[in-house]
């Protein structure tokens, strides 16, 4: 009987500290939006504010190798040289 009432409190304690919430805005249809949100009231989907993270496209690196040839090796790195050959 302790056990189960050690564990039930556990849980009652650990959702607590659970801030997600559900969304506070609406969808076309008119039903509430089901997205969780983490700090604000609204969904990455109704924030008129989400900016969505842009994509670097991997190039292959503009050095060469000690053998002479070019470098093989995709980078994201805006310099465009990969993370042997960056000093």
Request: hydrophobic fraction near 30%; charge should be positive.
């Amino acid at each position: 009987m302790k056990k189960k009432l050690l564990i039930a409190s556990m849980f009652a304690t650990m959702s607590l500290f659970a801030q997600n919430t559900q969304c506070v805005s609406t969808t076309k249809k008119g039903d509430r939006c089901l997205l969780t949100v983490n700090a604000n009231d609204l969904c990455w989907r109704h924030n008129p504010e989400y900016k969505k993270a842009t994509t670097v496209i991997a190039t292959i690196c503009t050095s060469n190798a000690k053998s002479g040839s070019s470098c093989r090796v995709k980078t994201k790195h805006s310099s465009g040289v990969c993370h042997h050959h960056r000093n």
